[in-house]
């Protein structure tokens, strides 16, 4: 039903309002996902060598999962921030 109301005209504009309307009355949960993999955080050196570990700052999102390789690039973690209404 959504999909034959984006295709009618400016209709789009409507469905993206209600879509935002409802994520503002917490009725719609969102969640976020973001990768820092292959990006060379192990390589860093700030002058007291290399790092051991690599995580984030505690995040004031909501519902975020942020993955990161292992130090050995043998793997994936995954930095999970999960909150309730």
Partial sequence: MIIKRLQQG????????????NVIRGEVDTFSFSSFCRFPVYDNDFGWGRP??????????????????????????????????
């Fill in 10 to 21: 400016n209709e789009h504009l409507s469905v993206l309002q209600e879509s935002s309307d």
């Fill in 52 to 85: 051991v570990w690599v995580s984030s700052p505690p995040l004031t999102f909501k519902n975020l999962v942020v993955f990161t390789d292992t130090k050995e690039a043998d793997g994936i973690e995954a930095y999970l921030v999960w909150r309730r209404k």
